[in-house]
């Protein structure tokens, strides 16, 4: 799933020595900017520490006898020196650190997904325009939604389309962001996607363009219902969000559904920005790290919403959309419609490692404003109804139905 970061910088000085580099970085000293609440706290780590004898500390001797028997061994013996690439060697050592964690949202990036992640959260990237999400117990990605007229829908994807291979690697088994790293990349340049539909494979080839996410869709649909879909959130949506309102206003809406549906989240900053457009006061959400400590957000804007609210959620609606969502049910501002959502309620850090990687860390979990955790739960909605295709009429939309008909009562 696609996580809410906030954004936060390590400043590590880095060692030119493959193994004290890759291995041993913590020996180095660490200065940490951590911005909270427009306040940089400034900490000095000295990690000397990690480094231990052969039995104790993180990176101990056994484990650097360990690997340097392993370079020794793929120096001499391994077919192909040609093609060994130190960068990946050292990539790949970080990435199995972290991932050792074992925790689906705690991972390292090298340079390429580094860029692609921060394109991500911009909204403005060289890509083929499809939205993507992985379900974290099958591992498997799919595309959840084809963007109009742009690379992916000309190149035939549909939604549904389970990600195979990526330029004829498998990428099975491969956490979200490394795919979509692998998926994005210079524009004008060709990427060629193996995907999955209904058990048979499907190769298409997409030339990336520049993409500014369409995030936000809206109309003002009939008996002046005001309609909006949003589809992530990111930087760019807080705008798009507040257009969307601004006009369906100046149309005359006299009801509102935003439709979270199969939304994966993204910033936390953006999604506070835009309940507080809806919420004239009180607790937005409130995040708490390891120790307790944290910050809660309030609303800050006297913009309350004048009109009945209808939120469409379900279960692929997760991270930010279950902040929007949850706020909505908390201060009782609307009804909630659909299905329980994914119930993601736990926060990422980003750590900029100033080499042009990056680490995402789990460092907190979030509170909808009753003070409640809906990790591995969900919100639940207040009319229960779930999707129904009719393959006779393949736009036909029972939610989005139940919802007009909750609005109009």
């Known amino acids: 799933m696609e996580q809410f970061e906030q954004k936060e910088h390590i400043k590590q000085k880095q060692k030119?020595?493959?193994?004290?580099?890759?291995?041993?970085?913590?020996?180095?000293?660490?200065?940490?900017s951590l911005i909270v609440g427009g306040t940089i706290l400034l900490f000095s780590l000295m990690n000397w520490s990690l480094i231990g004898s052969d039995d104790d500390g993180l990176v101990t001797n056994k484990t650097l006898r360990k690997l340097v028997a392993i370079q020794q061994l793929i120096d001499k013996y391994y077919l192909y020196p040609d093609e060994v690439n130190e960068q990946n060697l050292q990539d790949y050592l970080v990435k199995?650190?972290?991932?050792?964690?074992?925790?689906?949202?705690?991972?390292?990036?090298?340079?390429?997904?580094?860029?692609?992640?921060?394109?991500?959260?911009?909204?403005?990237?060289?890509?083929?325009?499809?939205?993507i999400m992985q379900d974290t117990s099958s591992g498997l990605v799919t595309f959840t939604k084809i963007y109009k007229d742009c690379p992916g829908e000309k190149a035939g994807f549909k939604e549904g389309d389970i990600v195979y291979k990526v330029n004829g690697a498998d990428v099975t088994g491969q956490d979200?962001?490394?795919?979509?790293?692998?998926?994005?990349?210079?524009?004008?340049?060709?990427?060629?996607?193996?995907?999955?539909?209904?058990?048979e494979e499907y190769t298409g080839k997409a030339t990336r363009a520049l993409i500014e996410n369409d995030t936000v869709e809206y109309e003002l649909k009939k008996d002046d219902v005001g309609y909006i879909q949003v589809t992530g959130f990111e930087d760019v949506t807080t705008k798009?969000?507040?257009?969307?309102?601004?006009?369906?206003?100046?149309?005359?809406?006299r009801g509102l559904i935003v439709d979270l549906r199969s939304n994966p989240g993204g910033n936390l900053t953006t999604v506070v920005k835009m309940v507080d457009m809806i919420l004239s006061e009180g607790t937005i959400v409130s995040i708490k790290d390891k120790n307790g400590k944290g910050e809660v957000y309030t609303a800050k804007k006297d913009n309350k919403l004048n009109v009945p609210l209808v939120v469409l959620i379900n279960g692929y609606s997760a991270s930010a959309s279950e902040i929007f969502a949850g706020a909505v049910k908390d201060h009782e501002l609307g009804t909630l419609v659909g299905t329980t959502t994914y119930g993601k309620g736990i926060v990422q850090n980003i750590f900029d490692l100033q080499d042009g990687t990056c680490l995402k860390l789990t460092s907190s979990e979030y509170f909808t404003p009753n003070g409640t955790n809906i990790h591995g739960v969900g919100v639940a909605p207040d009319v229960e109804i779930?999707?129904?295709?009719?393959?006779?009429?393949?736009?036909?939309?029972?939610?989005?139905?139940?919802?007009?008909?909750?609005?109009?009562q």
């Open 16 to 32: 030119n020595n493959f193994w004290k580099g890759a291995l041993c970085g913590a020996l180095a000293m660490l200065v940490i």
């Open 96 to 131: 199995g650190y972290v991932g050792g964690l074992q925790e689906p949202y705690s991972v390292y990036y090298d340079e390429a997904e580094t860029t692609a992640l921060f394109e991500s959260t911009s909204g403005t990237f060289g890509g083929i325009g499809v939205a």
């Open 240 to 253: 798009q969000f507040e257009e969307a309102l601004d006009d369906l206003n100046r149309q005359g809406m």
């Open 386 to 408: 779930e999707y129904e295709y009719d393959e006779n009429n393949p736009e036909k939309d029972n939610q989005l139905e139940k919802a007009i008909e909750v609005l109009k």
């Open 176 to 199: 979200l962001d490394t795919i979509v790293s692998q998926i994005r990349g210079e524009l004008g340049t060709e990427v060629e996607i193996t995907v999955i539909r209904d058990g």
